[in-house]
């Protein structure tokens, strides 16, 4: 039986995955067709009511869904990708590659992630591509150090010993016996990755160097309700419950017992 | 536990060289070129030439780099493109609210998260309500509870000043008053993770035998809590806030930015958005370096503070 963390996670990520895939068919209107019902309250028609073009704030909150959920799973498959085998390499091969990748790792956690994601972003141009790589590469430090640690210990044990007596050379034993029992902690770590992702990715935006519009994305949605706080709050507070309640969901899912 | 001390230092000095000169060599790469910035597109190559040797655009990046350094050093940044102001001097008034802001974000954040898990009173009550405050802390982004702060506070309610940061000269009661939102949003998250930190290593010593002892001789739960297992819990949230120093400048930035408060977080987002190099190389290497120096201090602490880790 899952953790029950684990399970309210599940309750708020497949809600919200089901509502990034059938977006199309769930949204009342299109998320960038303009009106001039401009500011409406909350209404039977407009159910968030409108922003400062018109646009229906609901629509946009649901397609917001699509960019937020492909960049976060986007940039945990790029983190997996380059911490993976760097964790793997300094667990198992300790010695110098240990040493030097730890260097490399720590030097990394201690920077703030989000400042340098603005900077390579800044230099890179905000799409959508380069938004998930440059999260992924601000994230992969975690899982390097996470997959190190459980590489390190796993290489102790009997079965591998065994297999190095057998003759297994180091990258078959790695492949063979590290890495199926690294893959859970791996998989679990990875929903981190993505809460971490999105909550970046929408910080990004507020900021000002997130998608591009028109694309609805909700820190930038959140960004351009600030002016209109008094007279159409939910312009920002929906976008940003979505994305807290997204982050939440992904958090819980990776709940891990210490 | 010198040797400790010096291995530590001799490990993380480079990491600081390493990083200034990657931001260096990558600002450098994404300005293009300089001259032509400055002078626009219908410049002559004698004349961008010219600029460039005036300005020793044209030397190798390394050696600009040691010149740059040289000249931070005496606390000579360059100008800004844009104002053509000493950089020194637009970034001197905007560190005060930045590191004020910090100081007290930690400061907040790590004393309730202590006392709250450290209370034996009411626990019951008590527990439910730190969890679910953690919860908000790790997963709202300081955007939106900043946000959500100013509507409820601000706009609703009108209690508080939804922006700015007043001086001190305009009264204390003022200035905390202009406090309390951004503290509150910067605090959220430190307060849930310096919690986690501090409530594992509580558990941990609650199992100790001295704390058996303290309870056999009679002190009150309380008494036990706060007099004995409080300070033998506390060392692993100092490594925390060591640790976190790089999550804190990106959050002040947010922070900063939501209730437009004139720090140093502003001053960067706006340097990089506006391609003002020098300001934002100037802004950027400040807070990298400090922070991981002061991640060094904190490590080095940690071994000062902590007699099991002096002995190997």
Partial sequence: ???????????????LA???????????????KTSIALFQMPSAKFWLGTDQLGRDVLSRVIYGSRVSMLIGTGAAIVSAVIGVPIGLAAGYLGRTVDLLAMQFINLFIALPGLVLALIIIEMTGPSLINIIVVLGFVSWPGVARLVRGQAFAIRESLFVEAARAVGGGAAWIIARHIWPN????????????????????????????????????????????????????????????????????????????? | ??????????LGLPNIVLISLLLFFSVAGALGNPATLMLGLDATPERIAELEHQFGFDRPLLVQYLE???????????????????????LVPRLLPSV??????????????????????????IRPIVTLLSLIGITVPNFMLGITLIYVFSVALG?????GWSSWSSGIGLHF???ILPVTTLAAYYFASFGLVYRAEYRATQRRLYIQVARAKGLSETSVSFRHILPNSILPVITQIGSSLGQLAAGSLVTETVFSIPGIGTLFTSALLGRDFPVFLAVGMITIVSVMVMNLLADVLYVVANPQIRLD
């Fill in chain 2, 100 to 125: 004020e802001l910090a100081v007290l974000g930690i400061v907040v954040a790590t004393t309730f998260a202590v006392l709250l898990s450290s209370l034996t009173v009411a626990r019951r009550v």
């Fill in chain 1, 1 to 15: 039986m899952p953790h029950r963390n684990v399970i309210i996670g599940l309750l708020i990520i497949v809600p």
């Fill in chain 2, 68 to 90: 740059w350094m040289a000249h931070a050093f005496q606390g000579d940044f360059g100008r800004s493109y844009s104002t053509g102001q000493r950089v020194a001097d637009i």
């Fill in chain 2, 177 to 179: 008053l202009h406090r």
């Fill in chain 2, 1 to 10: 536990m010198l040797s400790v001390v010096v291995r530590r230092v001799l």
């Fill in chain 1, 182 to 258: 690294v893959f859970r902690l791996v998989a679990v770590q990875l929903a981190t990755v993505v809460a971490l992702a999105i909550f970046t990715s929408s910080s990004l935006s507020f900021l000002g160097l997130g998608i591009p519009p028109p694309t609805p994305d909700w820190g930038g949605m959140v960004r351009d309700g600030v002016d209109y706080l008094t007279i159409a709050p939910l312009m920002s507070l929906a976008p940003g419950v979505a994305v807290s309640l997204t982050v939440a969901g992904f958090y819980l899912l990776g709940y891990r017992e210490e």
């Fill in chain 2, 159 to 163: 209690w508080l000043p939804t922006s």
């Fill in chain 1, 18 to 32: 089901l509502c990034a895939v059938a977006a199309p068919w769930l949204a009342p209107f299109d998320p960038a």
